[in-house]
């Protein structure tokens, strides 16, 4: 009874003591994939690699529609977006804008800047759209976008006090390019590149009705999901979009 007693004494004199004993905070992922071939094996590492503070789970279009739903909406804080797809209904794309604008932050990651070239609003949530097809934005005429396997290039950190690219240098990465592709004015720069058959922004950050959003162009193969540089990105940026709400 004693002990019991100096036990609670130490508790409610001393916050610290519930703060160390207290468990870290989970940050519930949802992965969306579909649409688009990937290693599973290597980019399922990858994702284990963020720590057990962070909990993965995936889900394949069509069947991650249900997931925008208001109905399930509470069982995951962010999420991240590794998927091609381009078929949605009316319906489908207003619950999917929906969930978001309301709060449901979003990592976007490489071939996800290549979905739904049917749905302009898609090009508005994330900030960027790679084009399949000639298309206007604003007056401006972009043409199909482009793109090259396997290059070494260098990726420069835009803001290193950004809490998404702080403690990460300039690095190298070997990875696929994009080029042409259309990048909203409102973004916040992240990352850029001078390799030519790149973008010059290959990275950003924007605002969703009330979530925040990351975008990361990086992402095609083995050699990227083992740098350290990029999962250490992958990471904050999780924490930062998901902090905010």
Same mark, same amino acid.
């Given at each position: 009874?004693k ?5 609670? @004494? ?6 610290s003591v ?6 870290? $905070?989970? @940050?519930?992922?949802?992965v @969306? ?7 599973? $094996? ?5 994702m ?5 503070? @962070? ?5 394949e ?5 249900d ?5 399930n909406?509470? %069982? ?11 078929k949605?209904t009316?319906?489908?794309?207003r619950v999917?804008?929906?969930?978001i604008? %309301?709060?449901?932050? =979003? ?5 996800s ?8 609003? &898609?090009?508005?949530?994330?900030g960027?759209? &790679? ?15 482009s ?7 260098s990726?420069?950190v ?13 690095f190298?990465?070997f990875?696929?390019? &994009?080029?042409?592709?259309? =990048?909203?004015d ?12 790149s $973008?010059?922004?290959?990275?950003w ?6 979530? %925040?959003? =990351? =975008? ?22 999780? $924490?930062?979009?998901? %902090?905010?709400?």
């Open positions: 009874m002990v019991l007693l100096i036990s609670w @004494i130490l508790i409610l004199t001393n916050p519930i703060l160390a004993a207290s468990p870290p $905070e989970t @940050i519930r992922i949802l @969306i994939t579909g649409g688009h071939d990937y290693k599973a $094996e290597p980019f399922n590492k990858m284990e690699s963020l720590g057990p503070e @962070i909990a993965c789970k995936f889900v279009f069509p069947a991650a529609y997931m925008f739903l208001p109905i909406r509470n %069982r995951y804080d962010v999420l991240v977006f590794y998927h091609m797809w381009d949605i009316d319906d489908q794309a999917f804008a929906e969930c604008k %309301r709060g449901k932050p =979003v990592v976007v990651l490489h071939h800047l290549c979905a739904f070239e049917s749905w302009p609003e &898609y090009r508005n949530i994330i960027g759209k &790679y084009f399949l097809n000639p298309t206007t934005v604003n007056g401006k005429e972009y043409q199909a976008g793109y090259i396997h396997d290059l070494h290039f990726v420069k835009v803001d290193p006090k950004h809490p998404v690219t702080n403690g990460v240098g300039d190298e990465i990875d696929e390019t &994009y080029k042409g592709y259309y =990048v909203a409102d973004v916040t720069p992240l990352l850029m590149t001078d390799e030519s058959s $973008e010059q922004i290959i990275g950050a924007k605002k969703y009705g009330k979530a %925040r959003i =990351v =975008v990361i162009q990086s992402g095609h193969d083995t050699p990227t999901f083992e740098n350290p540089d990029y999962r250490k990105l992958l990471k904050q940026a999780i $924490e930062w979009v998901y %902090r905010d709400n």
